[in-house]
């Protein structure tokens, strides 16, 4: 987020003495600027004064160390009456020896609180007591220096005060900036929305500097722009400025004000040629670099990175390179482009970096494609203060101004010559295009009345150039904008966010004000509640988080190892992923094709944190492509997209049907007093699918998948419909999967789609049978099956022969061994029957009659003795 200072401010825009913060604030607010925090960690409160020294007595300790007992003049005010000397002063014990008597310093006084709240106290030390401390830079927060105290030079006299005259009482604004407005990640962008919020008059230093850019040289260091691969058909780069300052004093401290203002911004200082160029971003908004002349072989080649190249950045990290990153480039031994220097506006490369030999110094100040930097940035998890504004976008006629201002401060600074006759300014930009523009076309959209007159006044205070479109014999009516209708609107080149007319009402409102707009909410029509297929969807989510599951919502994007790790096989349509072109993580660019692709990966988080038992469910859309797809037309704005549009755009997007995945690891009942724990086994997994079938009223078959990942080939179930349409899948988790993903061993899962279980379920709701007063008749049956029938296939059969009298069917034993012939298996049903009257004996019997025929018909099942 950026800072601001208010004294920093002033220098761009008239802002009234005694303003706070806190009114800044306010002001800014109304344009859209809003705030993020107050910065008050550097301000120091209390007395701290000029002194000067008038005594000072080295004393050698017993540790070694030479302590100096000072005698200080602070002031009539806060001088204390000294006996020996007659005069006022103040005794104070410092440790540093870079001063001597006759030096003014600063002092912090007793009541004195310094930055990390350090409070100043007089107190015994060494023998004296010590009413006071005089102050190094780190101590007052002006820079990293702690092994001297500050000597001033020019000072005032002793008693001044010196919070003023360092400015440590400046409180520091920060501000939250929307994408859209990179402009305002510099103080110039800032000042001029203050401006637009106050009506204080501001003063564009940028136009000021540009009167002093000399034209560029045949004779300046050459650069050359090849992009080979642009990206949306935008180059890389369309400008780049080069400029050259000799004889730079590359060790020469940066001013304690330059210093100041950088860690005001929340940047350490570094060294001068860092500094200056960090602080023109600051100031102007336009990223720059500086190489050392001395290590440049010409020309720069701007162009994209080859496949396999490697490159160490300022980081003193050696990065492996994409093909699509822009990099700078220079030539060693005449081959072109060779060597990487820099990634293009994210960071420089370490072989150029401008150290302590360093004499002539090359300032770069180019303008790049915002996708690209964003992407790069991204892609090596590198984000910068000068890729956070070239992806918010740059003032492509600010390149040549912002060189200016550093090779005037590197040569008051750094004692450097500017060499005029090497001046490189390689420029393919382009002005921004019109914007065909009704004024009234705010009044409509927003519902405020305003004038032709007052849209072109505030578009024109934005910077932007209105005029009045030629006739069509080329010839200009002469007749002012506003009082016409249409308008041509041409956007400054430092907003490239205003490209259509919808981007210029944001801008009327804005700047007239947000408060003028009235609030008022739409009149809610009468609804008909909730349809059928939206009532069944929220009973699933309901039952799941009933049953003891958490629901979770994973972002569906997945890494290209994905499938491998789930043990897809090559030919599994789950692996024909769509590939994102622009994701917003580059180790994750494909759309999940399965729920659990991201489900898992929240079930292993949350292992890894130490939650032993995780029970989660999701229900969310996968992306399962059917074949090529589509390109999709883009509408017009504000117009209803005609049946042809639609059906392409339609046709363009893949279909993405519904899903449920549930991931149960760990205990499925805890361990208590007389009750042992029980694992999740597939039985769990399988049971919920059954409970969520029955919650939508759609009857559904269970059996047996041994080739289905990620799951176990002897524990999947394959969940279909009454009519055979695969609905997923249930069951444990193949051991090869649950090592590769590091959860616990047996962890089970499931995965439905949901679309095709709701639309095998009942167009209209079942209605609930009246509640029997009889009493409920119990019946167990135990049937020998072959031991390759699943189970649950004969489950469905005795429920099915069971009939209208089944209450409930439960499949409670499975049995094989001693007594059952080589091959078969005995499954145990409890049946609970309930009729509109008391059933007897031979109602019963029927049932278990019906249920062994049908058995013995399909499975040639057997009723066990």
């Known amino acids: 987020m950026p800072y601001v200072p208010i004294e920093w401010l002033r220098e761009h825009v008239e802002v009234p003495e005694g303003t706070t913060a806190e009114g800044l604030a306010s002001d800014l607010v109304r344009v859209g600027l809003e705030e993020e925090a107050i910065d008050r960690s550097a301000a120091v409160t209390g007395p701290l004064v000029v002194g000067r020294v008038l005594e000072v007595t080295p004393e050698p300790q017993k540790n070694g160390k030479t302590i100096n007992w000072c005698r200080v003049d602070v002031g009539p005010e806060h001088n204390e009456h000294d006996e020996a000397t007659g005069r006022g002063s103040r005794g104070i014990v410092c440790g540093a020896h870079n001063f001597g008597v006759g030096d003014s310093v600063v002092v912090a006084l007793p009541g004195a609180v310094l930055p990390g709240d350090f409070a100043i106290a007089a107190r015994k030390t060494y023998g004296h007591v010590s009413d006071g401390m005089i102050c190094s830079q780190s101590e007052l927060g002006l820079g990293e220096d702690h092994s001297g105290i500050i000597v001033l030079d020019d000072p005032p006299a002793p008693g001044t005060d010196a919070i003023a005259l360092l400015g440590l009482g400046e409180e520091v604004l920060e501000i939250n900036v929307t994408p859209d407005r990179g402009y305002c990640f510099s103080m110039r962008g800032v000042a001029r929305e203050y401006a637009h919020s106050t009506g204080a008059p501001f003063t564009d230093r940028a136009l000021e500097l540009g009167a002093r850019v000399p034209v560029p040289t045949d004779s300046g260091f050459a650069v050359e722009i090849s992009d080979d691969a642009p990206i949306r058909g935008n180059a890389g780069a369309d400008r780049f400025v080069a400029r050259i300052v000799r004889g730079v004093d590359a060790t020469a401290a940066s001013p304690a004000w330059l210093s100041k203002r950088l860690r005001q911004a929340g940047m350490r200082p570094i060294s001068l040629a860092v500094d200056v160029t960090n602080y023109v971003m600051l100031d102007l908004g336009q990223p720059l670099h500086a190489y050392d002349l001395g290590t440049l072989h010409a020309p720069i080649v701007v162009r994209r990175a080859k496949p396999g190249e490697r490159m160490t950045t300022l980081d003193d990290v050696d990065r492996s390179l994409d093909v699509e990153d822009l990099l700078i480039t220079d030539s060693p031994e005449g081959n072109l482009g060779s060597r990487p220097i820099g990634i293009a506006g994210v960071m420089g490369g370490l072989d150029t970096e401008v150290g302590e030999q360093t004499t002539d110094i090359l300032i770069e100040a180019a303008h790049f494609d915002p996708i690209s930097i964003a992407r790069t940035a991204r892609r090596h998890k590198l984000p910068s203060e000068a890729s956070k504004r070239f992806e918010r976008g740059v003032d492509n006629r600010l390149q040549a101004v912002a060189a200016q201002r550093v090779v005037d401060l590197l040569v008051e600074l750094g004692g450097g010559t500017a060499d005029e006759s090497a001046v490189t300014d390689v420029d393919r930009t382009s002005a921004p295009s019109a914007i065909g523009f009704d004024p009234q076309q705010a009044s409509r959209l927003v519902g405020v009345r305003y004038s032709n007159q007052e849209v072109v006044e505030t578009l024109r205070s934005l910077g932007a150039t209105v005029e009045e479109p030629a006739e069509e014999n080329g010839e ?370 029927a049932v278990r009659d019906a249920v062994v025929t049908a058995a013995a018909a399909r499975f040639g099942a057997t009723l066990r003795g």
């Open 476 to 845: 200009s009516t002469g007749r002012h904008a506003a009082s016409t209708g249409r308008v041509l609107v041409i956007p400054p080149s430092w907003r490239p966010d205003l490209t259509e007319p919808a981007d210029l009402v944001e801008e009327v409102v804005r700047l007239r004000g947000y408060d003028a707009v009235p609030s008022v909410l739409p009149a809610a029509p009468a609804g008909r509640g909730l349809t059928v297929r939206q009532l069944r969807r929220r009973r699933v989510a309901d039952l799941l988080a009933d049953s003891g599951l958490v629901q979770v919502l994973t972002y569906p994007f997945i890494p290209e190892g994905r499938h491998d790790q789930l043990g897809l096989p090559a030919e599994d349509p789950r692996r024909q992923a769509i590939r994102l072109v622009n994701p917003l993580a580059q180790d994750a660019p494909f759309l999940r094709t399965s729920l659990l692709h991201t489900l898992l990966e929240a079930a292993v988080r949350n292992v890894g944190r130490g939650m032993t038992d995780v029970a989660i469910y999701e229900i969310g859309s996968v992306t399962r492509p059917a074949g090529p797809l589509g390109s999709s037309p883009l509408p017009p704005p504000a117009a209803l997209p005609d049946p042809v549009t639609l059906e392409q755009i339609r046709a363009a997007v893949p279909p993405q049907p519904l899903r449920l995945a549930a991931v149960l690891v760990g205990a499925a009942s805890a361990a208590g007093p007389g009750a042992e724990a029980r694992a999740y086994d597939a039985a769990d997994a399988v049971a919920l699918v059954r409970d969520v079938a029955r919650a939508v009223g759609a009857d559904i078959r269970v059996g047996n998948d041994p080739q289905h990942a990620p799951w176990h080939p002897g524990r999947c179930a394959r969940i279909s419909t009454a009519d055979g349409v695969l609905v997923g899948h249930a069951g444990e988790l193949a051991p090869r999967v649950v090592t590769e993903l590091g959860l616990p061993a047996r962890a089970v899962a499931l995965e439905i789609d949901l679309d095709v279980l709701l639309a095998a379920a009942p167009e209209t709701p079942r209605q609930v049978a009246g509640l029997s007063t009889a009493p409920a008749a119990k019946e167990d049956i135990a049937l020998v099956v072959p031991v390759d029938v699943p189970a649950g296939d004969v489950l469905d059969l005795v429920t099915e022969a069971a009939g209208a009298l089944a209450e409930e069917v439960r499949l409670f034993d499975v049995y094989t061994g001693a007594n059952l012939p080589e091959g078969t298996r005995s499954l145990a049903f409890a049946l609970r029957l309930r009729g509109e009257r008391t059933l007897t004996g031979e109602d019963t019997a």
